[in-house]
């Protein structure tokens, strides 16, 4: 079941679908010991990236991996408001959850939630939710974004023919913990390698639902003013970097390289039409959702948690040497 979302879907528009949805049941023990084999387990997951295609992929197969195995699974979303998934499972957690999952969550904006998880002794397994262990999660799978970068950024520098003297542009977006992180690590990777950070510091996506309009944008300001001032662009997500190919073909220019993350479908047919976007990172979202579904079974069945409270799993470089025989997952 999923509640309350707005979805924006494709790359190019962002539409918005509204649904009324169901919470979770109403049995208000505590749920300690993962409710016990044999008895449904209540499952309040939320995320504020539904708008985003890895977010809605993600979330909405959690939600049906769930349901095959009889689980009552809600979902709650927003569109980057945390005050309301803080209210939502805040409320779910009264009215009878046994386990929350958290979908791409920045761990700054949760605190109302964790608190009461913790106060009803209710676990919290998460989807990408850091870059480091957090104790207020039991488990935290996600990807290394130390090799998401030291990929893209090998990728440009194949692309570009080296990196010394190159002017690099760096789309990021802080607000995600994740694209923060190897955002900042591919821009002290550029630098140590000799390249010069186009605009002189790293450009800030505001929404992710329209990140490609504002890359788009950012990149065909930068090259009406400097026309001989860029060589690539390292971008942290696909969404956005496909903004970026887009204003580098709008300009005619084929000397200019980007570089992605996520393997959409969409960027794939573009590393494969041999244009500015040259390579991305497949996240497999889907064997990262596989193994919390397993933790949570574990849980469910006996009470047990994961050994480990922090997974980080490897992506896939993309390029023009393998998309041809890729299949993409979102």
Known sequence: MRADFKAIVGFTAVGMLALSGCSAGADAEGSADGGGEGEELKVAAFTAGYGTPAGKLTLDHFVDE???????????????????????????????????????????????????????????????????????????VTFDQTQLAELTVGALEEAMGGLEGK???????????????????????????????????????LNPGTSQEEALKVVTDHLQAN?????????????????????????????????????????????????????????DWFSVVDLVLADIEEYHEDGSLPEESFVEVEGELIDRSNADDFTPSM
Request: no cysteine; proline share 5%.
């Open 66 to 140: 769930g349901e095959e195995r009889g689980w009552d699974v809600t979902l709650y979303t927003s569109d980057f408001d945390y005050d309301k998934i803080n209210s939502d499972i805040q409320s779910a957690i009264t009215q009878g959850a046994d386990v929350i999952l958290a979908g791409f969550p920045d761990p700054r904006q949760i605190a109302p939630l964790v608190t009461a998880a913790e106060q009803a002794d209710i676990p919290i397994f998460s989807i990408d939710g850091g870059v480091e262990p957090n104790e207020d999660f039991v488990v935290d």
């Open 167 to 205: 002017d690099v542009m760096v789309i990021g977006h802080d607000p995600h913990v994740g694209i923060m992180t190897r955002s900042n690590i591919a821009v002290d990777m550029l630098e140590e390698a000799g390249a010069d950070i186009a605009g002189g510091q790293m450009r800030q996506v």
């Open 227 to 283: 026309p001989d001032g860029l060589d690539g662009v390292w971008v942290g997500w696909d969404h956005a970097a496909l903004g970026a190919a887009q204003a580098i073909d709008e300009a005619g220019r084929d000397d200019v390289f980007v570089t992605g993350i996520d393997a959409l479908g969409v960027a794939v047919e573009e590393i494969r039409d041999e244009g500015p976007f040259y390579a991305s990172v497949q996240q």
